[in-house]
């Protein structure tokens, strides 16, 4: 009963409730905004909260992190600019859909399914959360390196045309992430003397750079061809779509969620494998993936708001962080003068409560603020290109000198923007790049922690991964994506399987 | 002539009068580390106060990289007109020995060295000790068993645990993590066994029973955990070196005018004086320090030669300390 | 991005690009630690630049077989005029922020692609450009409190000013 109340808390005090509404507002465009990121704007509220209330301010934190993480699917789908790593997978197939003029149905259902994947998230979080983040922190250097090569297999689906055009970009992706300072001996690696270089090169600044400077400078070819009319009557999708997305979405918040709660990594993973995951598993898709399947669009979207609850499971179970911004959270609750740790449930056990009702009031908002304005949203796409251009350019400029208020990182968005411009010209998908980015720093740390931690010994590596079940697991789910992409399962197996 | 003279004391004036109600505008805080990290919760808790002493805005920035490197470059390339603070940690104090950087906080004005941490060694629940002789005979009986987390060379681990060699010789297996936050993860996971840590990082766990505390790495035992015995009872040669741990403070560059860094010092004071921030303190294991003027350069200078000289003597040093002058502890 | 093999001009040039580009850097990773050990900082870069190396060649090779697109021209189809003459607009950019500003540099760049590009009246060009900045500066300097490059404009003092104008304090 006690822990009711706690759950209705911000649904009850009209403070509360405006400042949750308030605070997805701001992260619905917080998300959208490449170079604007929630972590960031989490943290600058909490200089900006310090003498509040502690529940206020979580309210509002609460707010941008799950309007944020859905704002990034926006750009993604309008203008095939990401708001954040974890809309890439979004615009894949959502930028196709509004280049055929469904801008405004893309972005009902991708709001319809983040909405799910947030409600699942936030469901897993309340029901099971001290034991999946038992699980999360059994991972071992070598199921995190596994979990890392299941990763870099999802290179096959984002290629679109030659394999080895895709691999080239995975592997560029995973050297590009490997610059800087290593960060396990401070050894510097490809840094030519230079202390800028130290820190490597930000994955959001390649982001930019290879998503919406490319697609800018590509448009530019483009600057008379006729404007593509959208149709905004229908933005809500209908049921049956939603009943029939149902099965898939579900699927793709667990994925989320487990993905979400492993610390070290988070909803960005998290959408690229729900999409691959969704492009093996789809039997017929009405329309090819990559040419604007809905399935490419649901999987992603769901995955990654389902993580913000994952992310919260270890937070508030034993204070250990699951993704950047939840570190965000553990400094401000300590500002506000609570102890997040593993008494956090026991000391205060309404905060966790508090917070999966705020969160689940949170995800309504978006609901709410996801489905209206889109006819006003959808009419950037109806831009000439001649003004959408110059602006694109200035804000991908912008954004990038925000990451780190550096103009470094608008030189590598700048030379991100032409080699992805050069890439898309001679058919190297880019998607793979950042897809290794990402990966990087997590496969390469946990190789050389896995090797160290056996003292160098290959013979004892391999022992250890067999006796483990969570590795034999993982590893099997490795052999079965790269089997997947074999064409003995692509036209015999698939098809017999999953027509049951 | 006469005009460019009149002109000339008018900017004289003008400069003498701001510098008399500085601050006339926004203040920039450089913060060497990332959103979320420690460095940066302390000072968005101590920035608010000092933000009402001085009566202007202090706008807050993460310039991360370079293990601060970057920040405290981006501080001395400005004006030293004490509009742009420098809000860091330790790390600059060991950049000349390690070959980082050629200047460090010496090169700089203190304006408060807000708090310092300290280390405690902590250890996995099924490890097979208790107290820090019990590690010290097992990894003994045992060598290379122990795997012990560092967080790079240099790092609070390694600095710690070169002064642990420094009495007696270990053999364990370290494993490098990004930071003390993944490796007590990993300790819980079992992934290692030994992790020397920050207090404040480590606290909540051990007193939630998901891992033992080993050492308080410090002269005297602490009230925050009042049953783990300081080091030195174990390794009575350590004291030569205690006490040591990781500290945050503010600094402005070396020519900012008296009068602006007595100004800075006194909101910072306040600021670190304030009840919200020591109950923030007391609560992260960390201690209030509040140092500015010469009392900050003298704990500055003991920090750097004591680490400079541990980093030195236990061999990865690119540099050695003498090449700076800096004395040995 | 269709799947039927197509080769504009220009392609053959640029993966082989990539194959040199993929040695020097297999180099470079091999200079960092060698084949020292397999946990050496160098393995997993070595290990990413061969398969650099390796999948540059196949598609390099694969380009050679593939039949050009026909009577595509690079400067028309490929690279034309106006992309490279936005690049160099960028890099410009670049360059100028730090010294004249956020301010100066955005309105400079806005109203001369707009204007190259749109071809309305000036002063229409001048109204679009001062109002996007606007949105710009309200959400990233105001609102999100990112300190853009100030250069020649003193923004600092005279948002002081103007915080005094009209706080009153």
């Given amino acids: ?500 | 002539m006469k005009k460019i003279i009149l002109s000339a004391f008018a900017g004289l004036a003008l400069s003498s009068a701001a510098m008399a109600d500085y601050p006339t505008k926004d203040i920039q805080g450089i913060i060497q580390w990332g959103a979320g990290g420690s460095t940066d919760t302390v000072m968005r808790s101590v920035s608010p106060h000092a933000e009402e002493v001085l009566g202007t805005d202090i706008i807050l920035t993460n310039r991360t990289g370079g293990v601060g490197a970057i920040a405290t470059k981006y501080v001395n390339a400005k004006q030293a007109d004490g509009y742009t603070l420098l809000m860091g940690a330790e790390n600059p104090q060991m950049y000349k020995v390690l070959g980082l950087a050629d200047i460090d906080y010496s090169d700089m004005i203190p304006v408060n060295v807000l708090a310092r941490g300290i280390p405690l060694l902590v250890a996995q629940n099924d490890a097979p000790f208790d107290t820090m002789q019990e590690m010290i005979d097992y990894i003994k009986a045992n060598p290379g068993a122990v795997k012990v987390g560092s967080t790079g060379k240099g790092g609070l681990a390694s600095i710690v645990m070169a002064m642990i060699q420094s009495e007696v010789d270990l053999d364990v297996t370290t494993v490098p993590y990004n930071g003390d936050g993944p490796a007590l993860t990993a300790l819980q996971g079992g992934a290692i066994d030994v992790m020397p840590a920050v207090l404040g990082a480590a606290v909540q766990h051990v007193k939630a029973g998901r891992m033992k505390a080993i050492a308080l790495v410090d002269k005297e035992s602490n009230p925050v955990v009042p049953d783990t015995a300081p080091i030195v009872d174990a390794l009575p040669g350590l004291s030569t070196y205690l006490p040591y741990g990781p500290f945050f403070g503010v600094f402005v560059k070396q020519g900012t005018p008296d009068d602006v860094v007595a100004k800075l010092s006194e909101a910072f004071s306040v600021g670190a004086e304030s009840e919200d921030f020591q109950n923030l303190m007391q609560s992260r294991g960390y201690g209030v320090m509040n140092l500015s003027g010469d009392a900050a350069v003298d704990f500055l200078e003991n920090y750097r030669s004591v680490s400079s000289w541990l980093v030195h003597d236990a061999g990865f040093a690119k540099h050695s300390p003498e090449e700076f002058d800096i004395p040995r502890p | 991005m269709s799947s039927l093999p197509h080769r504009y001009p220009g392609e053959r040039l640029f993966s082989f690009c990539l194959i040199v580009f993929s040695i020097f850097i297999f180099w470079r990773a091999y200079l960092i630690s060698g084949f020292s050990e397999l946990s050496s900082p160098g393995a997993v870069p070595m290990g990413a630049s061969a398969v650099m190396v390796l999948a540059a060649c196949i598609a390099f090779a694969q380009s050679l077989k593939t039949p050009a697109v026909e009577g595509a021209r690079f400067f028309y189809h490929c690279f034309p005029v106006v992309v490279g003459v936005m690049m160099a607009f960028i890099v410009l950019y670049a360059v100028l922020l730090e010294q004249l500003g956020f301010l100066v540099t955005s309105a400079l760049f806005l109203f001369i692609t707009l204007k190259a590009l749109y071809g309305r009246s000036s002063l229409w060009t001048l109204g679009l450009t001062l109002g996007a900045l606007l949105v710009i500066y309200v959400i990233f300097r105001l609102i999100f409190q990112i300190i853009l490059p100030e250069g020649i404009i003193p923004e600092r003092e005279i948002l002081a000013n103007l915080s005094r104008l009209f706080g009153g304090a």
């Avoid at chain 1, 009557?233 to 793709?252: G, H």
């Avoid at chain 1, 610390?263 to 329309?287: C, E, F, H, W």
Wanted: charged fraction near 10%.
């Fill in chain 1, 1 to 500: 009963m006690d822990s009711l109340s706690y759950f209705a808390l911000s649904w009850m005090s009209p403070e509360l409730l405006a400042l949750t509404a308030l605070g997805t507002f701001l992260g619905i465009y917080v998300g959208a905004i490449p170079g604007l990121s929630v972590t960031m704007a989490v943290s600058i509220l909490i200089s900006f909260t310090f003498s509040w209330d502690v529940n206020h301010a979580l309210c509002l934190m609460v707010g941008i992190f799950m309007g944020g993480v859905y704002g990034g699917s926006r750009t993604a789908i309008l203008l095939n600019i990401p708001g954040a790593p974890s809309a890439i997978a979004t615009a894949l197939d959502g930028y196709p859909l509004a280049k055929q003029g469904l801008a405004g149905e893309a972005i009902g259902l991708s709001t319809v399914m983040s909405v799910i994947g947030g409600f699942v998230g936030i469901l897993v979080l309340a029901l099971a959360a001290p034991t999946i983040s038992e699980f999360a922190i059994t991972f071992q250097p070598r199921d995190y390196l596994m979990l890392a090569i299941l990763g870099i297999t999802l290179v096959g689906s984002l290629s679109t045309g030659s394999l080895a055009k895709g691999m080239f970009a995975g592997a560029l992706g995973v050297l590009v992430g490997t610059v800087g300072l290593d960060p396990l001996t401070a050894e510097e690696r490809f840094t030519f003397g230079v202390i800028e270089l130290w820190d490597g090169i930000n994955v959001i600044a390649a982001m930019i750079g290879l998503f919406g400077v490319s697609e800018a400078l590509h448009q530019l070819h483009h600057l008379d061809k006729t404007i593509i009319k959208q149709k905004i009557n229908r933005i809500i999708p209908p049921w049956a779509d939603v009943r029939r997305y149902l099965p898939l979405s579900i699927q793709s918040s667990f994925i989320g969620v487990i993905i979400g709660a492993l610390p070290g990594t988070g909803g960005d993973i998290a959408a690229l494998m729900a999409y691959d995951q969704a492009k093996r598993s789809t039997k017929n898709p009405k329309v090819p993936f990559g040419k604007g399947a809905k399935e490419g669009l649901i999987a992603p979207e769901a995955a990654n708001n389902a993580a913000v609850g994952g992310a919260y499971i270890p937070m508030l179970t034993l204070g250990i962080p699951g993704d950047a911004v939840t570190a965000v959270f553990i400094g401000a609750l300590f500002i506000h003068g609570l102890n997040p740790g593993p008494l956090l449930l026991v000391e205060q056990p309404h905060m966790f409560w508090f917070t999966v009702g705020n969160l689940t009031l949170a995800n309504i908002f978006v609901l709410i603020f996801g489905l209206t304005g889109i006819r006003i949203f959808s009419k950037i796409v109806e831009c000439p290109k001649a003004v959408m251009i110059p602006l694109i350019l200035l804000l991908s400029i912008v954004g990038a000198y925000a990451i780190n208020n550096s103009v470094v990182d608008v030189w590598w968005m700048l030379a991100f923007g032409v080699l992805g411009y050069f890439m898309r010209l001679y058919n190297y998908p880019v998607g793979p790049v950042i897809l290794g980015l990402i990966l990087s720093k997590l496969m390469d740390e946990n190789w050389r922690r896995a090797i160290l931690s056996e003292r160098g010994d290959m013979g004892s590596f391999f022992a250890n991964l067999f006796t483990s079940p969570l590795s034999c697991v993982l590893l099997a789910a490795i052999l079965f994506a790269f089997f997947s992409q074999t064409p003995i399962w692509q036209r015999w197996l698939k098809p017999k399987l999953l027509s049951r």
